[in-house]
């Protein structure tokens, strides 16, 4: 197994894995450019029955050790006392701190800084109190549909869940294409399971930035680089937690959203 990084050898990785002006100056978009009408075409091909399957959680309104912000869910109208208005109808309202360690989520490309920037060298003051003028999420307004690609690493170890602060080094990667017998491609969309809703089920909730996560260790940037993924999505939050260094407290946030574009 591969050794962790130095802090500096990480930062270095930031500069190598860099993806700043491969689409222009303007993009705003990322690593979404990998994902070109050839490979919609390509992932639609690949749909052989009408089945469906969906990667979100239920949204999180109970509070609990992972989730200190639950979804406020409240009822604007409800159907008992539907009978009394111009217009019978139910209704709901719903508050979310979506980012954390509770709810499904994409992260924009604005999300995270490093140096003061965000992706294509914008400036972090782009982000303001009106919302972000650059890198919103609003460029997957359209959806995003390519290749989904699962990496399912306890399988490979012959687990049931990879333990919290546990990393996942590129040689995993490798192997767990070869058992899959697949091969991520340019334009994919990775995902990589750890088994974190196992050992949730298993174990009851823990506070994950006290007692970690597993996730992907840094030395997986120049694998996620070299493959040219679109969109790198986890049951954990990718960076394994603790990471160990003070200075980068989550490389493969700033590794792929910040310097490679990747949602």
Known sequence: MASRLTSAEVKGLFEKCNNWGRWGKDDQRGALNYITEKQVARAGKLVQTGDT????????????????????HLMVQAGHDSHQQPLPYSGDYFAIAFHGMANTHIDALCHVFWEKKMYNGFDASEVGSQGARKCPIDVTRTGVISRGVLLDIPKIRKVDWIANGDRIFPEELDAAEKDHRIHVEEGDVLLVRTGRAAHRKAKGAWDPMGQGLPGLDASCLPWLHERKIAVLGSDSVSDVIPSGYEDVPLPVHVGTLVMLGIH
């Open 53 to 72: 399957a969906s990667c979100a959680l239920p949204l999180a309104v109970a509070p609990a050790a992972d989730n200190p912000t639950p979804v406020t």
